[in-house]
């Protein structure tokens, strides 16, 4: 194998395999910051009740 | 009645690039790059997928996803959607989604089952003992049905591995998108990847087996795959070739992303889903396609037979040579199963996608349940699917693929993205993708999928009419046989009207269910 075909095999896999790491990385990021766990919700709902309870105060 | 959907997003993305990962990533990618100058073909290969491939699989995955939103999950209902009110025939554009995947499943499910029948003969070790070309032709001709031999009297053990094929496809649909499509994606699409990994270490491990031609060893046979001529890239040819290939391996112009897409919530990401998708696909195609065929091939026959190999096309690469090199190594029989069981995988995450349109059409707007939705579309391909099985030495097979996998793919890719950049408007369009995205898509992309794009598209379109003007379009090489090329022609025909007629009758109801509702 020429020099030339190895720059072309390095460089084509390289880019295919940045591009991979790379999506595969961010999707895998993104579905963990989705992850919603017990305590937020618990916490979510506490924070609507309060505010729920705060209009009723109002009117 | 209330929409499937995917359950993960990775579910989608891998159901996406199972359904872009095909039999043509490991065996029409190399055989291609050889014969258009190696290395130097990846230049306008990569040209291609960033000018022609991501953009139109963006456009897919917006426009579905759009689609979905008004209950449509198939072509004519997501182009009608996108069209608007005042195009009424954008919906009959949409038949040519729904048709073309059709026609393609017709004679993909055949050779999906041929794989399936070899990894089958692989494991009983009968491919291997073939150790000759003209037994393991024999083998291929006689297991088609093409010419009975001593080894395979009829075509029964081929039509029996078909039905096990073909129910086993209508079986994973009829469990649903999520219980059936992204679970076998979730299962298929890693171990395909494992089984690739193991196949290219074989072969990059295999050295130079033979002491007797010590040129015949695998880093020639890399060089062969990998060394640019870059005289070639001067011909217009070898960049149509590259965006060609380009567009088959991708999955894009066939209708099948609409339909996938249409199963997403509207605020889930496309941008990043639809490059993952693509990523994976490149991966197969490129460094496992590129790595086991044709460096395996040079290893075992020398360079000047692999140019002959090269050349020899798709289904002798596939099934006569990689047999025969399976042969010669230690653990043959293993490593053949791998590799058919490999392509059966890749076949099989692709059949199920092409044939999710016709099911989501007569979901959606016919309002049918799943099981008559299967019935219905299983009939029609089990019927048309025997043209390809018995009338091969016609040339049936070839016919479906002119049509079907090459010129409606690339006529109905032209439609979308006019439709993505100029009828729904590049800015709405640009707003729709970027719904929910998790990435931010560089800005000079709307100016690609405005105008280099469709133009790009159009050169496809009638260079591929242009070569094949004489051959296939007006049937000059089928010789003799023209007359039962013809009839198959015209069946396919009234079969396309017949689609044409379904999207007016659901057309009717719809509206008419509106006017009794008002």
Known sequence: MKLSGWIFMIVSWSAIIGLCVYCFRAIFRTQTRNIVYPLEVESQIEKEADEERAKDEKL | MKRQEWTSKLGVILAVAGSAVGLGNFLRFPSIATQNGG???????????????????????????????????????????????????????????????????????????????????????????????????????????????????????????FIITFVTNFGILYLGISKG??????????????????????????????????????????????????????????????????????????????????????????????????????????????????????????????????????????????????????G?????????????????TSSISILQPAVSFLEDEFRYNRRRSILFSGLVCFIFSQFAIFGLARGFLDEMDFWGGTILLVLFGLIEVIYFGWIFGIDRGWEELHKGADIRIPNFFRLIIKFITPLYICIILIYFLADNFKGFVLMKSYGERWKEVLILRLALLLFFLFVCFLISIAWKRRFNERGIEK
């Open chain 2, 332 to 348: 043959g029989s293993f490593f053949c199963f791998l590799w058919f069981i490999l392509l059966f995988l890749a076949g099989l």
């Open chain 2, 39 to 161: 290395g130097a073909f990846l230049i306008p290969y990569f040209i291609a997928l960033i000018l022609l491939g991501i953009p139109l699989c963006w456009v897919e995955w917006a426009m579905g996803r759009y689609g979905g939103q008004f209950s449509h999950g198939s072509a004519p209902g997501i182009l009608d959607a996108v069209g608007g009110r005042r195009r009424p025939a954008a919906k009959y554009l949409g038949a040519i989604g729904i048709f073309g995947p059709l026609l393609i499943f017709f004679y993909y499910v055949v050779i999906e089952s041929w794989t399936l029948g070899y990894a089958f003969y692989s494991l009983t070790g009968v491919l291997v003992s073939a150790s000759q070309k003209q037994q393991v032709l024999l083998f291929f001709d006689g297991y088609r049905g093409i010419a009975p031999n001593d080894m395979f009297p009829t075509i029964t053990p081929m039509y029996v591995i």
């Open chain 2, 181 to 330: 499509i992204e679970m076998v994606n979730k299962i298929a699409m890693p171990l395909l990847a494992i089984i690739g990994v193991i196949l290219t270490a074989r072969v990059l491990t295999l050295g130079t087996p033979d002491p007797l031609h010590p040129d015949w060893n695998l880093l020639n046979g890399l060089g062969f795959m990998w060394n640019p001529d870059f005289k070639r890239l001067g011909e217009p040819k070898v960049w149509l070739v590259a965006a060609g290939q380009i567009f088959f391996t991708l999955s894009v112009g066939i209708g099948v992303i609409l339909t996938y897409a249409s199963y997403l919530k509207p605020k889930d990401d496309v941008a990043l889903s639809s490059l993952s998708a693509s990523a994976a696909n490149e991966f197969m195609e490129v460094i496992i396609g590129g790595s086991v065929v044709i460096p395996a091939a040079v290893v075992f026959y020398g360079a000047t037979q692999a140019v002959d190999i090269a050349k020899g096309g798709t289904f002798n690469l596939g099934f006569v040579t990689m047999p025969l090199i399976f042969a010669h190594m230690p």
